[in-house]
Structure formats: structure tokens, C-alpha cells
């Protein structure tokens, strides 16, 4: 596929804009990634969430950070007009839009990706399952899709955007929450436990942590828990 655009989300962020051939109409899901490799290292194939959702048709995006060998090339080195191979999404990381489910995305850095895909698909088509995500960064500097998860609370009645910032400096004028997720903080978000459905994503830490929270702390049955690991 072309790369159509390559959009800086933050200094070691961007996000990758993969127009789809013609003729090329593909059914996935929202939620789902894809596996990317470039045409002179064949062998070598990552996986990749996709932030764009099932509705937004010709492209895929991808949010990708400048860390290992191939988020390092993707994000130094990827431009317009380059080709990149991809394979087809995959992945069972899927919203439970069922009527009447609540979604708690609990997410760290570049974890927040798919949620992007979930809250976009949601607005969209303007359904009423309430989503919160739950966001952890290190300072406001890190908030991926800041603006847009805004506009997107701002549209979407039934969608909360919430952060907390790990490692300001305790002087920072940020009057939002400081500190780790913990589990009275995911607490207070759920409005009716055997409906919600619970989500983590990202590198393999931030979702143990998420997983300890949710079904150690909290006692959530484990089919009420999604998550998907980065490694
Ligand atoms: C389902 C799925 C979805 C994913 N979605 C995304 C996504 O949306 N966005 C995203 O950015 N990533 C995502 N990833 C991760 C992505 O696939 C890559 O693993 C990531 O870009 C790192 O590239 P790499 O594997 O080539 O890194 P490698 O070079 O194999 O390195 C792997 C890890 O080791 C660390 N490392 C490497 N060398 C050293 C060293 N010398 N010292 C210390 N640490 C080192 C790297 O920082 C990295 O964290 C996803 C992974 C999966 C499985």
C-alpha cells in the first residue's frame, strides 16, 4: 500500500496513513491490527493497531511510537509516496457494542491506539454505549490524540476522556489527576459491573497492571476483561 501521509502526533509519535489499493474494499473490524513490513526486509513483519475504525474506508492509520527496530524505521524514516506491505487486520480485540454495555478502556502511551478506533466507530454511528477511557501518560506532553479524543467528548455524549499524568513536576499548573490508575479511580467509573467490559492495550506491563486492577483488585470475572499485548 502507499503511504499517503505521515502525521506527527508527538515528537515520537506518528501516524501512518496506508491508502488501499484499487479495487480493494476489505471487511474488518474495528479494533483490529494489521502486520506491516517493508519490501526490502520481507522476513521482518510487525504488528500494528489500527487507530482508523471499520467505517473510515480507503485507508488504514496506524499510531506508531519511535521505539525497536521497526518503530524506529517507521518513524525516522517512513514518507509519502514510499509502499509498504500489509497484511490483512486480525485480532479478536473487538468493542462490545451490544445495547446496554458500558466500555472502560485502560490505556498507557501509545496503548491509547485502538481506543481512538473504538470512540470513532461509536460517534459515527452515534450508539449509546457509554465508553470511558482511562488514560496514563507521563506528562501532558504525552497525550496522544489529545485534541481529537476532546472533540470526539465533546460530540459524543456518552464518551468520557480521562487523564492522569504519572511525572509532572509537582509546580505544573495541571489541575487534572496525578498518579498512577489505580483501582478506585477505574471504580468510580462503572455504573453497572455485570455490563461493563473492560480493555487494556500496550506493552506487556501496562496491561498486567491493568489486569491486576481490574480482576485482582476489583474481583471482575475474566470474561469481562479484553486486553491485547504489545510484548
Ligand atoms: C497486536 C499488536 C499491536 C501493536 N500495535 C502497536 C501500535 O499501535 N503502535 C505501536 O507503536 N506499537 C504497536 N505494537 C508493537 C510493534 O509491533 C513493535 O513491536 C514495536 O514497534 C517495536 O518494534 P520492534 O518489534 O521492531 O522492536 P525490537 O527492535 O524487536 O525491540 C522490541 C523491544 O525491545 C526494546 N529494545 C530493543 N533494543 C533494545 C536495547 N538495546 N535496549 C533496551 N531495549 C531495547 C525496544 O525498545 C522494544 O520495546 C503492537 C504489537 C502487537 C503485538
Not at 25 to 40: A, R, S, V
Not at 98 to 106: H, N, R, S, T, V
Not at 181 to 199: C, G, M, R, S
Request: aromatic share 12%.
Amino acid at each position: 500500500m502507499l503511504v499517503e501521509s505521515v502525521t506527527p502526533e508527538l515528537p515520537d509519535t506518528k501516524t501512518l496513513k496506508l491508502k488501499w489499493p484499487d479495487g480493494h474494499n476489505p471487511e474488518f473490524q474495528t479494533g483490529q491490527f494489521i502486520t506491516l513490513y517493508w519490501p526490502d526486509a520481507p522476513e521482518y513483519k510487525r504488528a500494528y493497531s489500527l487507530s482508523s475504525c471499520a467505517l473510515d474506508r480507503g485507508f488504514y492509520e496506524v499510531t506508531i511510537k519511535r521505539e525497536g527496530k521497526m518503530g524506529t524505521r517507521i518513524v525516522d524514516w517512513a514518507k509519502p509516496g514510499q509502499t509498504m506491505f500489509v497484511l490483512p487486520p486480525a485480532g479478536k480485540f473487538l468493542p462490545a457494542f451490544e445495547p446496554g454495555k458500558q466500555l472502560i478502556c485502560i490505556a498507557g502511551g501509545s496503548g491509547v491506539t485502538p481506543f481512538r478506533a473504538f470512540v470513532r466507530d461509536a460517534t459515527k454511528r452515534e450508539l449509546e454505549n457509554k465508553i470511558t477511557v482511562l488514560y496514563s501518560v507521563r506528562t501532558t506532553n504525552d497525550i496522544i490524540f489529545n485534541a481529537e479524543f476532546h472533540d470526539l467528548a465533546a460530540e459524543n455524549p456518552n464518551f468520557n476522556f480521562y487523564v492522569t499524568c504519572t511525572r509532572l513536576h509537582p509546580e505544573d499548573k495541571w489541575t487534572g489527576r496525578r498518579g498512577r490508575i489505580d483501582a478506585a479511580w477505574v471504580k468510580e467509573q462503572i455504573h453497572d459491573l455485570p455490563n461493563t467490559v473492560f480493555y487494556a492495550c500496550g506493552p506487556n506491563p501496562l496491561v498486567e497492571f491493568a489486569e491486576q486492577v481490574v480482576l485482582h483488585d476489583l474481583g471482575v470475572p475474566k470474561t469481562q476483561m479484553k486486553t491485547e499485548k504489545w510484548g
